[in-house]
């Protein structure tokens, strides 16, 4: 089976990778370990250029090494959505009484990954560029592209889910199959610690 994986950067992350030593992920390692009978043609990898932030200068730094990593692998293509950073007033949830009831907070959100993954998932389908998709999510916005991938192009489509939570329920109405991520695949998955591009050797950032 043709297969194509599409990876929602930021869930992987924040759903399987954030607070563990296993950042270093190789996804098309992970991807062959969780999908063993299936021929991968292609990885999509979407995300976001991330911004600094006063408590952490150097995740820019660290993202862009990372990608260069994944550059290193065959077959995968990074597509960017964009990243927005920036200071709201927000209601407190249990403000003290005769205190304030707002406080500034940095908000943070990722644009367009999502919407990329659904028209590249039909595109490809209709373009019959793989015989099964996958997509690394647990996100119930991909639902209406599933459903479409499944019910009107006739392709099946499944989920790995990075998350430790149940997968959404009615993303999961849809899926083909659904796999749960696990920590041993995430372990088993790493990059090594020195690789090599054509710009030549590069090595995972210290502070991961």
């Not at 990372?66 to 403000?95: C, K, Q, W």
């Amino acid at each position: 089976m043709r297969t194509s994986v599409y990876i929602d950067g930021f869930n992987l992350y924040y759903g399987a990778v954030k607070d563990t030593p296993y950042k270093w992920l190789d996804v098309h390692r992970m991807c062959s370990m969780m999908l063993p009978n299936h021929q991968i043609v292609k990885i999509k990898y979407f995300t976001a250029h991330v911004s600094a932030r006063n408590d952490d200068p150097d995740k820019p730094t660290r993202q862009q090494i990372y990608l260069r990593a994944l550059r290193t692998l065959p077959n995968l293509e990074v597509i960017l959505g964009r990243f927005l950073s920036h200071d709201i007033m927000m209601p407190l949830a249990n403000p003290v009484p005769g205190g304030p009831r707002f406080a500034k907070v940095t908000k943070t959100e990722e644009k367009g990954s999502d919407v990329n993954i659904a028209a590249h998932l039909i595109n490809d389908g209709y373009k019959k560029e793989y015989d099964i998709a996958v997509i690394v999510t647990n996100d119930s916005d991909l639902t209406e592209p599933v459903r479409i991938v499944r019910h009107e192009l006739g392709l099946p489509v499944g989920i790995l889910n990075p998350h430790k939570n149940q997968t959404s329920k009615v993303l999961a109405k849809h899926a083909s199959f659904i796999k749960q991520i696990r920590t041993g695949v995430l372990s088993a998955s790493q990059f090594l610690l020195v690789l090599t591009d054509a710009r030549g050797e590069f090595r995972k950032p210290s502070s991961w």
